[in-house]
T-cell receptor, first 116, second 115 residues
Framework: DVKVTQSSRYLVKRTGEKVFLECVQD?????MFWYRQDPGLGLRLIYF???????EKGDIPEGYSVSREKKERFSLILESASTNQTSMYLC???????????????FGSGTQLSVL | DQQVKQNSPSLSVQEGRISILNCDYT??????FLWYKKYPAEGPTFLIS?????DKNEDGRFTVFLNKSAKHLSLHIVPSQPGDSAVYFC??????????????FGKGTLLTVNP
């Protein structure tokens, strides 16, 4: 089974801190994603990466950056955390081209980040 | 602009009855649709999908129906079980546009199945 592991289940940070959220997948997937889930807003895509060192902005990239130095690892960085970034952060991966199953994302269990 | 809409935030049904979760979309370029299920404190998991060339796909107790002219899809769960209680997300992608790795999600519907 595909396993997507997020390094922390819960994080509490202070406003202005630099925050790193780490994600590792073990199935050699090409694509990796960061989403955030908020009540009443569903899942919103922050950034995705379709290859090592490649990244593209999702729907809400402001205030975030990403890093993908190795295929299995995708990091989300909050340059200067703010209270409106308090959320559940979900990492996901999918196989990559050519594949008929790219939309079948495998998600990690999530990191609940609280920014105080 | 919300391209995938789940207008019912919650749904409650009795065990053994049918659950029907609805989803509407506005982007006519979407050609592949999926449902994900999410339990509390876990990531979403893939449930079932359907291509726009079909109008129905069935997998055990789960059936997804697609009405392209109405830009509407629905997920039927028969019979519903208490373990089906979760948040269900509808999602869509534009495969024909070459971005089949980018999904647009709805806001989710919380299904509660009462014993």
């Amino acid at each position: 089974d595909v396993k997507v592991t997020q390094s922390s289940r819960y994080l509490v940070k202070r406003t202005g801190e630099k925050v790193f959220l780490e994600c590792v997948q073990d199935m050699d997937h090409e694509n990796m994603f960061w989403y955030r889930q908020d009540p009443g807003l569903g899942l919103r895509l922050i950034y995705f990466s379709y290859d090592v060192k490649m990244k593209e902005k999702g729907d809400i990239p402001e205030g975030y950056s990403v890093s993908r130095e190795k295929k299995e690892r995708f990091s989300l960085i909050l340059e200067s955390a703010s209270t409106n970034q308090t959320s559940m952060y979900l990492c996901a991966s999918s196989p990559g081209q050519p594949s008929a199953t790219n939309e079948k994302l495998f998600f990690g269990s999530g990191t609940q980040l609280s920014v105080l | 602009d919300q391209q995938v809409k789940q207008n019912s935030p919650s749904l409650s049904v009795q065990e053994g009855r049918i659950s029907i979760l609805n989803c509407d979309y506005t982007n006519s370029m979407f050609d592949y649709f999926l449902w994900y299920k999410k339990y509390p404190a876990e990531g979403p998991t893939f449930l079932i999908s359907i291509s726009s060339i079909k109008d129905k796909n069935e997998d055990g107790r789960f059936t997804v129906f697609l009405n392209k002219s109405a830009k509407h899809l629905s997920l039927h769960i028969v019979p519903s079980q208490p373990g089906d209680s979760a948040v269900y997300f509808c999602a869509a992608s534009d495969r024909g546009g070459g971005s089949n790795y980018k999904l647009t999600f709805g806001k989710g519907t919380l299904l509660t199945v009462n014993p």
